[in-house]
């Protein structure tokens, strides 16, 4: 039943796709119990995410924050942690960012006023995962559950803060004041005008550079090595002089600082103010993508792309289809996960039986 | 309102009504992972019993049809769950929170889809289950503590309250006095023992989840059928998540469980209550923040600052037979 039987090509390219069209093959078939047409609603889907230029636009909008949520989530697995936490730590994220635009869009240029942001972003996100890593390092509670408790925690807490604090008086709406124009990040529809009017932003160059680090930490320094080890084999790890609790921690710590910045292309690059819910299942997104993207750069890189893809198609999909409301992307997310995450064995031993009959 | 309209009697009372929720949950979650397989499904199998026991005792007029329904719906999930979990030797966690997401998704779009009201069902008016009323509570109704007890705290409660409660005692005796309990813990502990032993540690897995997904289709009947009397988006609003910690804290064990469910159906009580009541010292507390407790004492809990927890030790590994 194990996959180490099989080569790397088919492990890494053929059993995800195998996978993934799995999955889209039980939506066509949701989406033909609802009454429409599979093929003609993937048609839309593809046109609007993909070929159409500002939908393109939009997609790689979505791809940015996801790329940071599903590198959180992976950076945390490579050390055999499960986070599932990233909705709240992104949402914490968020938070940090908008105290650091209220203290400071007055003041600050531009060049300051940015770098700001993420660090607050990067700051209150990390500090959201401490907690629960801390409790699995020193306790043992299981990150699991921790992380969860703390998504709900995330959410009540912002709902206090954003109704008690940060609604300017006089207004309804449950969200913070605008920032100062000095906070937005520069748009690319500014250079290339055939996006039109799309929020995507330079945050797409961060969420590459931040791939890019990510790539060279884990698989080339000695550090990303250790938290493999860890992950691999605790006890292993620890006998080989490896301080466990402390690289618990301090990938816990990085794990939520990636989900808070993810908050910085959704709220600096677009909104400019902190409204409530804003991650809207980001970070949920972000199990998807790193475990379809089996924790690697360009795999996570190309699983962001698809949800973003998926997130922008089935909006306007609902749109052109009355039956196939915009949940629909949220059940594609779940099967999703259970094909390429939970089954990502499915088709293995019949693929080594295949591959095994060629040979002989 | 002040604080000496706070009725701690209405407190109690609704106490009892949240924790049938969680209770039942609890109970399905207690044999899967007894048997050493992780049930962080739990929410999207409540969501996805609510949902058709809402929408099918809606169209049949029948609460009875529409709790088989969830029950065959439940039972369907779980067994997904053990397929993954048992013989494809997946991965436990994210099977479940693919079952969780999915089912949040999918309970949204088919009620849209048949009822066209926003992701909810119809109210089902005279398809709920109806209330027992014990012999004689006319007679006591006037007399001041045993009135009070007798009609509302013991009586005036539907069936599915009861076999909650009684389900406490019930799996307790399954899993301590019982050949199927024996053999279920042994799964859940040493997998490889009791297959020397000759007990078939696939069937015996399998059997617990069938149990845990007739169980945990009570909950989101009750959510639907009893507590609302219609299907909601998400309505289950993490209670798989809490039965499932009421499980932590209670060390995987029927009796602590029941106290773990109690104590988050008495928080949610509490924050029903608590809400825009001005209290001594601290003043009116916001609902947000009241939210927040049942899930900050879980995380007290967790940390092992209450009591310590310890995990069936097979638990969320596949059984590979030694050959």
């Known amino acids: 039943m194990t996959t180490n039987e099989l080569p790397r090509w088919a492990t890494g390219i053929v059993l995800p796709i195998l996978n993934l069209l799995s999955a889209l093959l039980v939506t066509a078939l949701v989406i ?81 006023l940015i770098p700001a942001g993420m660090i607050g972003a990067a700051l209150f996100g990390a500090l959201w995962a401490f907690i629960p890593g801390y409790l699995q390092a020193k306790r043992g509670s299981h990150i699991v559950v921790t992380t969860i408790m703390f998504n ?89 002089g490896v301080k466990i609790s402390a690289m618990i921690i301090v990938t816990m710590l990085i794990s939520g600082a990636l989900a808070g910045l993810g908050a910085v292309n959704s709220i600096m690059g677009s909104t400019h103010y902190l409204s409530l819910n804003f991650v809207g299942g980001a970070g949920f997104i972000g199990i998807a993508i790193a475990l379809m993207g089996r924790q690697q750069p360009i795999g996570i890189f190309l699983s962001a792309v698809l949800f973003g893809a998926l997130t922008q198609g089935g909006f306007d999909l609902s749109l052109e289809k009355p039956n196939i409301p915009p949940e629909m992307v949220i059940v594609i997310q779940g099967l999703i996960i259970l094909f390429c995450g939970a089954m990502e064995n499915l088709y293995a031993p019949a693929l080594a039986k295949l591959l095994k009959g060629k040979q002989a | 309102m002040t604080f000496e309209d706070l009725h701690l009697g209405s407190i109690v009372v609704s106490t009892v009504r949240n924790a049938p929720v969680l209770l039942f949950a609890a109970m399905a979650g207690l044999f899967a992972e007894r048997s050493g397989v992780i049930d962080i499904g739990l929410e999207g199998k409540i969501l996805a019993s609510a ?143 009791a297959d020397a032993a000759g007990v078939s540690v696939e069937g015996t897995r399998y059997g617990a989840m069938l149990i845990a997904g007739i169980l945990c289709s009570f909950s989101g009947a009750y959510l639907a059928i009893v507590q609302s009397g219609f299907f909601l988006r998400d309505m289950s609003a993490g209670a798989g998540y809490l039965a499932l910690t009421a499980m932590v804290f209670g060390n995987w064990r029927p009796f602590y469980t029941f106290l773990g469910c109690l104590m988050f159906g008495f928080f949610g009580a509490v924050q029903i209550q608590l809400e825009g009541v001005d209290l001594p010292v601290v003043g009116r507390i916001p609902g947000a923040l009241i939210q927040m407790v049942p899930y900050v004492v879980t995380v007290i809990v967790l940390a092992g600052l209450m009591a310590k927890s310890v995990a069936p030790k097979a638990i969320g590994v596949p059984f590979v037979k030694s050959r």
Not at chain 1, 61 to 70: E, K, L, Q, R
Not at chain 2, 97 to 109: D, E, Y
């Open chain 1, 32 to 112: 033909h119990l609802l009454g429409e047409n599979p093929a003609e609603s993937m048609q839309i889907l593809v046109n609007s995410a993909i070929v159409n230029p500002e939908g393109l636009a939009y997609t790689l909008f979505y791809a940015s924050t996801f790329v940071f949520t599903g590198l959180a989530v992976s950076i945390a697995m490579q050390a055999g942690l499960f986070n599932i936490g990233a909705e709240g730590q992104m949402y914490l994220g968020g938070l940090g960012l908008t105290v650091a635009m209220l203290a400071f869009d007055a003041t600050l240029p531009w060049y300051l």
């Open chain 1, 152 to 240: 709900f925690i995330a959410s009540s807490l912002m709902n206090f803060v954003i109704v008690k604090y940060l609604i300017p008086p006089g207004e309804q709406n449950t969200a913070s004041r605008v920032f100062s124009t000095d906070a937005e990040l520069p748009r690319l529809s500014d250079w290339f005008p055939i996006l039109g009017d799309t929020p995507l932003n330079v945050s797409l160059f961060l969420a590459i550079i931040a791939l890019v680090i990510y790539g060279v930490m884990v698989s080339r320094s000695s550090w990303g090595y250790k938290v493999r080890a860890t992950g691999l084999n605790r006890h292993a790890a620890h006998y080989a």
């Open chain 2, 51 to 193: 949902f058709v026991s809402a929408a099918v005792a809606f169209t049949t007029q029948n609460p009875w049809y529409g709790i088989l329904a969830g029950i065959a719906i439940s039972v369907v999930l779980a067994l997904l769950q053990g397929a993954i979990a048992i013989t494809q030797k997946g991965n436990q966690l994210v099977a479940g929170i693919a079952i969780n997401i999915a089912m949040s998704g999918l309970t949204f779009v088919v009620a849209q889809y048949f009822f066209q009201q926003g992701g909810r069902t119809p109210g089902l008016g005279d398809a709920r289950l109806s209330e027992i009323v014990l012999p004689g509570s006319a007679a006591v109704a006037d007399v001041p503590v045993i009135g009070w007890i007798w009609t509302q705290l013991l009586g005036g409660h539907t069936i599915l309250v009861y076999l909650a409660f009684a389900l406490v005692p019930l799996v307790h005796w399954v899993l301590y006095h019982t050949r199927f309990g024996l053999r279920l813990r042994a799964c859940g502990e040493n997998p490889h023992a």
